[in-house]
């Protein structure tokens, strides 16, 4: 049962524009929730979290918004780079001491 | 600080054998956790150690066991290997060794084929 959902698998978007990607989740008791971005042959690197008393959280060209009563997150990345191609995975934490996953989003920064 | 370092990071086995995936943590880190990556499914958590202790095992058969040893570097154990199992074998470490909403620093993973 998947409870964490990233429902985009892919998402292209050109240099110094905005990338957007969502993520929905079903499981109420999830409070923290973590972006990860992944590059190929290397495992996933922490990316930017927010705690479920917040509702946005900036980092620099990265911001996190939690819409807790729709049960979704999204991650703003301004203004996208090259460097920024990847494979971003959505997880999600309740008081459980691990971490669940949504399947990912490749994006692919375009010159 | 070196980083979290799994061993191999390449292996090919046959349906039926076994496998040990080796997990060394970020000196100092106690937690040590395991996950599945395959394509489309993102990563599907596998268990979690703390002080050699499991506290947390996520929803895989018996086939798939693990232990930490009291240094904190961690195994998981593969018996009776399936195609199925092809996948990516990520460990992660956690400083703290607290809830899993601390960040989690992952090893460059095992790459598992099985034929």
């Known amino acids: 049962d998947q409870q964490v959902k990233q429902n985009s698998p892919s998402l292209s978007v050109q240099e110094g524009r905005i990338s957007i990607l969502n993520c929905d989740y079903t499981?109420?008791?999830?409070?923290?929730f973590l972006w990860y971005k992944k590059y190929p042959a290397e495992g996933p690197t922490f990316l930017i979290s927010?705690?479920?008393?917040?509702d946005k959280n900036e980092d620099g060209r990265f911001t996190v918004f939690l819409n807790k009563s729709a049960k979704h997150l999204s991650l703003h990345i301004v203004p996208s780079q090259p460097g920024d191609s990847a494979v971003y995975f959505c997880?999600?934490?309740?008081?459980?001491?691990?971490?669940?996953f949504g399947a990912g989003t490749t994006v692919t920064v375009r010159a | 600080k070196a980083g979290v370092t799994q061993t191999p990071r390449y292996l090919i086995k046959t349906r039926g054998q076994q496998v040990t995936l080796s997990c060394s943590p970020i000196?100092?880190?106690?937690?040590v956790s395991w996950y599945q990556q395959t394509p489309g499914q993102g990563l599907q958590f596998l268990f979690e150690?703390?002080?050699?202790?499991?506290?947390n095992k996520g929803n895989f058969p018996g086939r798939f066991s693990g232990r930490q040893f009291s240094n904190s570097r961690s195994e998981m154990n593969v018996s009776t290997l399936e195609l199925g199992d092809s996948a990516l074998y990520l460990c992660?470490?956690?400083?703290?060794?607290?809830?899993?909403?601390?960040?989690?620093?992952f090893g460059p993973g095992t790459r598992l084929t099985v034929l």
């Open positions: 997880a999600a934490s309740a008081d459980d001491y691990k971490l669940s």
């Open positions: 499981n109420s008791m999830f409070d923290y």
């Open positions: 927010i705690s479920s008393i917040k």
């Open positions: 000196s100092g880190h106690r937690s």
């Open positions: 150690y703390f002080s050699e202790t499991q506290r």
């Open positions: 992660a470490s956690n400083p703290s060794g607290g809830r899993a909403s601390n960040e989690q620093f």
